[in-house]
Nanobody, 122 residues
Framework: QVHLEQSGGGSVRPGDSLTLSCSTS????????VAWFRQTPEKAREFVGA???????VEQDSVKGRFLVTRDRGRSVVFLEMNSLQPEDTAVYYC????????????????WGQGTQVNVSS
């Protein structure tokens, strides 16, 4: 069983930055893929980005250049760095983990964090 604990959400203004953290209970992130998703009441869950067990990261097109997924291997923590936030980024953000794989990073996750709310408004 893998436990994911999220932190770092909150309310910000357009153009601000925010970093979400996902603390995992895994021994080493070099065996695990970790992803970020977001969801609003109006939309289905959306893949935001992920970092593969190899350390390679990917962000979906709508956030590319503004969001970045990084990790601290030593502390088994994955981050979602969000810059130039816009109101449409308002959502509940979830991190998720799966055993490392070379398959599509946007699905197949077994373990999920509790979710953290991000509100972007002026």
């Amino acid at each position: 069983q893998v436990h994911l604990e999220q932190s770092g959400g909150g309310s910000v203004r357009p153009g601000d930055s925010l970093t979400l953290s996902c603390s995992t209970s895994v021994r080493t992130l070099t065996n695990w893929d970790v992803a970020w998703f977001r969801q609003t009441p109006e939309k289905a869950r959306e893949f935001v980005g992920a970092i593969r067990y190899t350390g390679d990261g990917v962000e979906q097109d709508s956030v590319k250049g503004r969001f970045l997924v990084t990790r601290d291997r030593g502390r088994s923590v994955v981050f979602l760095e969000m810059n130039s936030l816009q109101p449409e980024d308002t959502a509940v953000y979830y991190c998720a983990a799966r055993w490392g794989s070379m398959s599509d990073l946007s699905d197949g996750y077994r373990y999920w964090g509790q979710g953290t709310q991000v509100n972007v408004s002026s």
